[in-house]
């Protein structure tokens, strides 16, 4: 079932209103469950009933993942959210 963005503000405490691109986000970033590392997501609405969800974790993998941030997390997967969104526009141009 299909589920506009605002469905996700309050949600979860963390939940923010973010701009993508241009787009009204829903941008939240709960600990990841089991490591407690930085973890980001952002719901966007682009279109009546359809949403775009990107989401990043830390992997505790990675040799840097004690030095990551919620910040710069949220930060890279807005960026990726923009780059989704520049692909669907494309993708629309006849």
Request: aromatic residues 2%.
């Amino acid at each position: 079932m299909a589920v506009d963005a605002s469905a996700a503000v309050g949600a979860e405490a963390t939940s923010t209103i973010v701009d993508v691109n241009g787009f009204g986000a829903v941008q939240s970033a709960p600990p990841a469950e089991g490591t407690g590392l930085p973890f980001c997501q952002v719901v966007i609405d682009v279109t009546d009933g359809a949403s775009l969800r990107a989401q990043l974790q830390v992997t505790p993998l990675a040799a840097d993942a004690q030095q990551r941030t919620v910040d710069g997390t949220c930060e890279q997967v807005r960026d990726v959210a923009a780059l989704m969104l520049g692909n669907l526009r494309t993708q629309q141009t006849p």
